[in-house]
């Protein structure tokens, strides 16, 4: 009796690991501004000087959006990349890479637009 229940929560715990339930990525975020865009990132490890993350986000709004993302440092001093980004309404990106030489990495999301265009640029609602 004592081997099954050991095999029962063996079992449980293996089902219920955040890594494998989630292949390894990291929980949704809000981003710091938009209440209904998300993002998560998965690191996958270091090649070489660099490290490899992979970002997705998730669009909660009803309709297309488009919006900057900018990948730093954790202190915000060094930006490491800029990049702008459509995303259909209640749709969730493909996985996008990112290479950088720190392993910790803070995600700002700016310019967001309800158009696939950077105009009419939407206020901060948080």
């Known amino acids: 009796m004592k081997k099954i229940l050991f095999l029962f929560i ?3 715990a293996f089902l219920y690991s955040p ?3 989630n292949n390894g990525w990291e929980e949704w975020q809000k981003t710091s501004c938009y209440s ?3 993002f998560r990132l998965k690191y ?3 090649n070489g000087e660099q490290n490899m993350w992979k970002i997705q986000f998730r669009n909660d709004y009803p ?3 488009s919006f900057n ?3 730093t440092d ?3 001093q060094y930006n490491l990349t800029t990049h702008r980004k459509s995303l259909p309404g209640k749709k969730q990106s493909e996985e996008l890479d990112i290479y ?3 392993d910790d990495i803070y995600l700002l999301v700016d310019k967001v637009s309800m158009t696939p265009y950077p105009e009419d640029f939407v206020d901060c609602d948080e």
């Open 10 to 12: 063996a079992l449980l």
């Open 63 to 65: 309709n297309i959006i």
């Open 44 to 46: 996958i490890g270091k």
């Open 74 to 76: 954790k202190l915000q």
């Open 100 to 102: 950088t030489t720190y």
């Open 36 to 38: 209904k865009i998300s």
């Open 69 to 71: 993302y900018h990948v």
């Open 19 to 21: 890594a494998q339930t």
